[in-house]
């Protein structure tokens, strides 16, 4: 099975009273691209601005789809519901808190290790 599938085969859905399948989890799909010259014994490999020939690049592309946060309210709830509401609701805290801090101009302290999400997107975010 291919990632996306497995991706898709884990991801948790519920109804909520604003979407009938709504995206319990948050899911994040990072693609990492690297490229490296490549020497051939007849091809000369061209040296990058700064005249290294030996140049690596590496970019990452990160889709992001963020559960939406909900209200706890006066709903009678189970305690799964009740777990993913905690999970969901203080991920989005606390990269709300990161984004905020980092608009602010902070770059240290951050509390990217508050989360599993700012964590997987520190990097994304600037840290």
Same mark, same amino acid.
């Given at each position: 099975?291919?990632?996306?599938?497995? %991706?898709?085969?884990?991801?948790?859905?519920?109804?909520? =009273?604003?979407?009938?399948?709504? @995206?319990?989890?948050?899911? /994040?799909?990072?693609?990492?691209?690297?490229?490296?010259?490549?020497?051939?014994?007849?091809?000369?490999?061209? =040296? #990058?601005?700064?005249? #290294?020939?030996? =140049?690596?690049?590496?970019?990452? +592309?990160?889709?992001?789809?963020?559960? %939406?946060?909900?209200?706890? %309210?006066?709903?009678?709830?189970?305690?799964?519901?009740?777990?993913?509401?905690? =999970? /969901?609701?203080? @991920? +989005?805290?606390? +990269?709300?808190?990161?984004?905020?801090?980092?608009?602010? %101009?902070?770059?240290?302290?951050?509390?990217?290790?508050? @989360?599993?999400?700012?964590?997987?997107?520190?990097? @994304?975010?600037?840290?």
């Amino acid at each position: 099975r291919g990632v996306l599938a497995r %991706g898709h085969a884990n991801r948790k859905v519920r109804e909520t =009273a604003f979407n009938e399948a709504s @995206s319990r989890s948050h899911t /994040i799909m990072q693609v990492t691209v690297t490229t490296m010259p490549v020497r051939t014994p007849d091809a000369h490999t061209p =040296a #990058d601005e700064t005249g #290294d020939v030996r =140049a690596v690049r590496s970019s990452k +592309l990160s889709l992001v789809d963020l559960a %939406g946060s909900e209200r706890w %309210g006066m709903k009678s709830l189970d305690h799964t519901t009740r777990g993913e509401m905690t =999970a /969901i609701n203080k @991920s +989005l805290t606390t +990269l709300g808190r990161v984004v905020a801090l980092l608009a602010k %101009g902070k770059t240290e302290g951050l509390p990217f290790r508050e @989360s599993k999400l700012t964590r997987l997107l520190q990097d @994304s975010l600037g840290a």
